[in-house]
Nanobody, 125 residues
Framework: QVQLVESGGGSVQTGGSLRLSCAASGYIKSTHCMAWFRQAPGKEREGVAAMYTEGGSTYYAASVKGRFTMSRDNTKNTLYLHMNSLKPEDTAMYYC?????????????WGFGSWGQGTQVTVSS
């Protein structure tokens, strides 16, 4: 099992930037894919970005492509989501997640067995 703790959320104005962090602990070597998801009130959880932990492709939702960048620092066991040009519609609780069975790596929630508690991002106009 992998434990995940997000941080870095906050309130910003439209056009602002934030960097979210996700610290991983536990059986980290088992992770196959890590991802960022978000959920706004009254809406379903949606994938924002996902990447293979061993390198390779990174996937972004169309709504954030060109504005958000996902990265990782394996020396710190930390995943990041750099968010630029934030918009009010980016307001949501942001979660990081890990998939350890090697079954999937994408923007759907299926297969991700480890989740953090979330960090709130609020963008005001």
């Amino acid at each position: 099992q992998v434990q995940l703790v997000e941080s870095g959320g906050g309130s910003v104005q439209t056009g602002g930037s934030l960097r979210l962090s996700c610290a991983a602990s536990g059986y980290i070597k088992s992770t196959h894919c890590m991802a960022w998801f978000r959920q706004a009130p009254g809406k379903e959880r949606e994938g924002v970005a996902a990447m293979y932990t061993e390198g390779g492709s990174t996937y972004y939702a169309a709504s954030v492509k060109g504005r958000f960048t996902m990265s990782r620092d394996n020396t710190k066991n930390t995943l990041y989501l750099h968010m630029n040009s934030l918009k009010p519609e980016d307001t949501a609780m942001y979660y990081c997640a890990a998939e350890s069975r090697g079954l999937v790596c994408g923007l759907g929630t299926w297969g991700f067995g480890s989740w953090g508690q979330g960090t709130q991002v609020t963008v005001s106009s």
